[in-house]
């Protein structure tokens, strides 16, 4: 990243909650129970050589290499929390997919565009790459 573009001041959070907008729009299929590809993506994400809009956190995520998968504790807290405090919700019996729940969906409408030019094309990406992830 050159000097004149900083990155983008976005959290984990804020950041994983634009994605799961971007991908319920999209209609793409969002794991729940197995969290390998959400993993993956975002090993991708803080490995990539993109630098243009790239948000600072991605920096500073750690990654456990113990299983078979780059594996954040951070990302499935979150991914957890984001159940837990109704934002998603996963079906009986299986919870295999998160779905975005319809009044948050409302809500959020729009909320994208408070975002600057170099991370919604970074968040943009970011949802290509997510929706081809997580439909193999």
Known sequence: MNATTPAPAVSLGEFLTHLIVNLDEKRTPMPFQNEEKWHRLFYGLKTSSAAQGKPDFLNSMRFDWDGPYPKSKDLSDYLHALHLNCFVSVAN???????????VRSQMTGKSQTISKDLGDFLQSSTEEAARLFGS
């Open 93 to 103: 019996p299986s919870y295999d997919n998160l779905t975005l729940d319809k009044d």
